[in-house]
């Protein structure tokens, strides 16, 4: 077993065969590929210092996952218009070389290796050393001299060293065996190829799709090759250090439906789990029980609430209203921990034990009573918004004694504070508060343009949608949202104008908010649909001709920037943080005026081709926002 070799990790096109080459002329290192059917057992590969795959990191066998990794990155760009081509020349010849090229670039259901930027994100943390392609080809004996110290090298032949054009005149001794196919299997070894190879649509679908891994790793929108990322040097260069203990609270994860702070939280143990940093031990809190981040994730939705027509239901609002808040939370948490028994609960900390910790993240102050057993130095909280001061009468009082009370506990620890945009800041200003702003961000993975027919019908289908275009507003049911504001300005369009664009209204019910608030005159055109799941949202997005938020106030606002990142128009309200996330990208209106609102809902109606060019406009405007860009400035915070 060859424990002191080395994976050799790529995505397919991105150089390996010649690095592979250079290693075999230039210094006598002969190397084998791995593949899950291929003709070498893991048990044959072990002859070999070094051991090339495209597989994902979990798609190893043992004995390979012990070795330690090169990874070999090039511009993804790159390396999907080059995986189109082999398809084209070499394994499919005569297929379509643009629609291998969508294929590679959407890599729908975990085809083509997970796809870029999932293949980078699994192999990048497990890296000991990466190489780019574009270093390599550029200056080969240099980069390959990196290995010294990860495997034994003889001194370097240089004057054996091969170029592009011997490997495509097959001379080489990795690469394609069959005559006169090397020529096709090595192409180009050109940087930026993709410029001239892919169409407008490609290359906005793969940054899109891809941009923000990219981004991380070194990559530019424009084809420049700046520094990469604070992310990336920590995950490549810190791995010496010892760890402080990092808790973050996350008891948001259980709940059945998903909100803005859930989705928050949510993608904060994603972002722990793609970019472990080596300076922080990372763990979850889960109604005062310690958790890893994967039994976190893995108890997403875990609390199923009693449905409306069930006793469960009423009891829960009864005793609401019966017994003092700190009873209710206490029995509803307890009522948590039941459910959950029946699902595998493994807990760090004992019930009852003190939990020990350097920095603890409250990313909701109204679950400061579940860090009660909590002894740390150091607490952040994360601020979404202050509307329980600042509009008191868009709340329940249970809910505005909360929200205070974990203020009041943040103040009593003198916990560092940050908020999710630059109005929430601002608000606590007003309140002599200090905080740090770090925006929110869009999973583009997750929130995209839906070409696939099927799916749109499916989506279309299940939750009755009208044939044609339809306005799209997706929020809870609830004052703050300003649904009767949106329905009364729809109801003051032209009657042909509803007609073309009926107003769909997506999302569960909140509070205060009944049907009978809609006017008798547009109740046809008014479709609620109620609760979407969240594998529709993207799909639904898509279809809509406008999405419309039109809310009195809010914290950040994550629905307009999902919208946004299908590539759908927004009309959304001009103030508070939705000016920050829209920006020029989207039609401002004043919730508070029924004609502004109408007015806004016009103009996106006005033509098809302004929809499309603000529908452009909104999907770039949401490569700003990133989760990852966001996980990295809370690291910045937790290690002041």
């Not at 107003?503 to 019910?509: P, Y």
């Amino acid at each position: 077993m060859n424990d002191h070799g080395i994976i050799l990790a790529s995505y397919p096109r991105s150089g390996n065969t010649f690095l592979r080459n250079i290693l075999v002329e230039v210094y006598g290192i002969e190397s084998a590929e791995f593949w899950s059917e291929g003709a070498l057992t893991p048990e044959q590969c072990d002859a070999f210092q070094v051991v090339k795959t495209h597989h994902l990191p979990n798609e190893l066998p043992e004995s390979l996952r012990r070795r330690r990794v090169v990874l070999l990155l090039r511009d993804g760009r790159d390396s999907v218009v080059s995986m189109a081509h082999h398809r084209k020349d070499i394994v499919a010849p005569g297929s379509d070389f643009i629609q291998n090229l969508d294929e590679v670039i959407e890599a729908a259901d975990g085809s083509h290796f997970g796809g870029w930027s999932l293949h980078t994100e699994k192999w990048l943390p497990q890296a000991d050393l990466v190489i780019r392609f574009e270093d390599l080809i550029k200056d080969p004996i240099t980069q390959v001299e990196r290995l010294r110290g990860l495997i034994e090298m003889p001194r370097a032949d240089h004057e054996k060293l091969p170029g592009f054009e011997s490997l495509k005149s097959g001379q080489a001794k990795y690469g394609p065996k069959e005559a006169g196919k090397s020529h096709l299997f090595f192409r180009r070894g050109k940087v930026n190829a993709w410029q001239d190879e892919m169409n407008s649509d490609q290359k906005l679908r793969f940054w899109h799709l891809h941009g923000e891994v990219m981004e991380i790793v070194g990559y530019k929108l424009d084809g420049s090759l700046p520094e990469p990322s604070t992310l990336y040097r920590e995950l490549i260069e810190s791995k010496n250090q010892s760890p402080k203990k990092l808790l973050i609270e996350a008891s948001k994860v259980t709940e059945p439906f998903t909100d803005g702070i859930k989705r928050y939280v949510v993608e904060m143990l994603r972002q722990a789990q793609k970019w472990p940093v080596y300076d922080f031990e990372i763990h979850a809190l889960v109604e005062g029980r310690v958790v890893s981040i994967d039994a976190a994730l893995a108890m997403d939705g875990a609390y199923s609430a009693p449905s409306r027509s069930s006793l469960g239901w009423y009891a829960k609002k009864i005793l609401k209203l019966l017994l003092p808040n700190g009873v209710y939370r206490y029995g509803a948490s307890f009522y948590k921990q039941l459910q959950w028994r029946k699902n595998t609960f493994s807990s760090d900390v004992a019930p009852k034990e003190l939990i020990r910790t350097d920095v603890l993240l409250l990313t909701l102050p109204q679950h400061f009573d579940h860090v009660s057993r909590v002894l740390t130095n150091r607490v952040v909280g994360t601020i979404h918004d202050m509307t329980h001061r600042l509009f008191p009468q868009y709340h329940e009082k249970n809910n505005i004694h909360l929200s205070e009370h974990g203020m009041q506990w943040l103040n009593e620890k003198n916990g560092a504070l940050i908020s999710v945009s630059n109005q929430t800041a601002q608000d606590l200003l007003l309140l002599g508060l200090e905080s740090v702003v770090v925006s929110e961000g869009v999973d583009r993975r997750k929130f995209f343009p839906v070409l696939n027919k099927h799916i749109k019908q499916l989506v279309r289908t299940q939750y009755r949608l009208p044939k044609g275009d339809f306005l799209l507003s997706v929020s809870t049911l609830e004052p703050r949202k300003n649904l009767s504001g949106l329905i009364q300005a729809y109801s003051k369009l032209p009657i042909g104008i509803r007609q073309a664009f009926p107003l769909v209204l997506a999302g569960r019910k909140g509070w205060k908010m009944s049907h009978d608030q809609i006017p008798t005159e547009c109740r046809s055109q008014i479709h609620f649909i109620g609760f979407v799941s969240e594998d529709h949202l993207a799909a639904l997005y898509t279809m809509a001709s406008a999405f419309c938020y039109v809310s009195h106030y809010e914290g950040f606002g994550l629905p307009a920037l999902e919208a946004m990142a299908c590539g759908c128009p927004v009309v959304v309200s001009g103030n508070s943080s939705m000016k920050e996330v829209v920006g020029e990208a989207g039609i401002l209106v004043e919730p508070s005026s029924i004609g502004s609102i109408r007015d806004g809902l016009m103009k996106v109606c006005e033509s098809e081709q302004s929809r499309i060019e603000w529908g452009e406009k909104s999907l770039r405007r949401s490569w700003e926002f990133t989760w990852s860009k966001c996980w990295e400035k809370n690291l910045e915070v937790w290690r002041e």
